[in-house]
């Protein structure tokens, strides 16, 4: 079964550079990214002997989460069902499930989406990826039952980056793409294992930088998405997202706010706040978490947090107790 001290930062880079890394540097043939994307219907995984478990358990449509940041999920063990994008992913070992940013999934509550649960028998490793870093944890199905560490942040600002161009490469899918996507992933998790755990990086939060946006589009809302996307943790203003994206402020406000039903800057409260309730699953501070998504003052960040969720920072942590990390 699961143990805590195997979802702590040092055996989760540990876990990286002994067992995953190295597999994907050989290209075992076990290993497959797959991009979760497309609206296809929901897939039928069969059971030992051939059997189909629709008529059993319909996926459940409704828990269903998206954020506004990619996710990776590798299959160390056994079988895992998730659905990704109107799809059940069925994951097998070696599989690794690449969700990109606003991408809907089922939740880590149990590895099954068509399959009985207690059919079920998975170990996935969860990433889940920033500019500043990755929120990472281990999960285990098991006979119906499932377990969870708690997540750790790892501080590397150059691994949101590499993600990016993963997502891109998988998607193009031009000539060699999944050489490229190969690289691409191996920088990703190898700047994983640099990363600096919370503790590791005790009053290090002041300068976590934010790396430059790595795809370009020709609508001006699409670029000031990404641009806030790629640096909502920096001291942003509407003319610095507009100088950015090469726009005039009034067309870029009027564009964002018919194509959004937002405000530029009421989506980047919702970018970061997103980032916010995340990372309040860790063991850091409110201040420290305040800061890393682009609040100088933390009380003005959690006047935000409970204006959009309802629930102050303190509040949302004691309903999510049970995943917070040590």
């Known amino acids: 079964m699961l143990t ?113 649960p207690e059919t079920i028998s998975s170990r996935l490793l969860w990433l889940g990826i920033f500019p ?21 942040l790892l501080l590397e600002r150059h691994i949101y980056p590499h993600i990016q161009e993963l997502v891109l490469e998988l998607k193009h899918a031009d000539y060699r793409y999944e050489l490229l996507a190969r690289c691409s992933l191996l920088q990703a998790l190898t700047h994983v294992c640099r990363g600096l755990s919370v503790t590791e990086a005790e009053g290090k939060f002041t300068t976590m930088g934010a790396p430059r946006p790595v795809e370009s589009d020709d609508n001006i809302v699409g670029r000031a998405r990404r641009y806030v996307h790629h640096n909502f943790d920096s001291n942003l203003d509407l003319d610095t997202i507009t100088s950015a994206v090469s726009a005039n402020k009034a067309h870029l406000c009027r564009a964002f706010k018919r194509d959004t039903g937002l405000t530029v800057m009421d ?40 204006k959009l969720t309802g629930l102050s920072p303190s509040e949302f942590r004691d309903q999510h107790r049970h995943d917070l990390a040590d």
């Open 4 to 116: 805590q001290r195997e979802g702590t930062a040092e055996a989760i880079r540990r876990l990286l550079s002994e067992t995953v890394i190295p597999a994907l540097e050989n290209g075992a043939r076990s290993y497959r990214i797959i991009l979760a994307e497309g609206h296809e219907p929901a897939a039928r995984p069969a059971l030992a002997g051939g059997r189909r478990a629709a008529h059993r358990r319909r996926p459940d449509v409704a828990n269903l989460e998206r954020h506004d940041f990619p996710e990776l999920c590798i299959c160390l063990s056994g079988v895992a069902e998730i659905q990704a994008s109107g799809t059940c992913r069925r994951l097998e070992r070696g599989h690794i499930l690449i969700v990109p940013a606003g991408v809907s999934h089922s939740t880590g509550v149990l590895h099954a989406v068509v399959s009985r």
């Open 132 to 152: 500043y870093g990755a929120v990472v944890n281990l999960c285990e199905s098991l006979n119906g039952l499932h377990q969870s560490t708690p997540r750790q």
């Open 267 to 306: 989506y980047l409260a919702r970018v970061r706040i997103d980032a916010g309730k995340r990372l309040l699953l860790t063991s850091l501070k409110v201040s420290a978490i305040a800061q890393l998504v682009g609040y100088d003052d933390p009380y003005y960040f959690s006047r935000v947090f409970k």
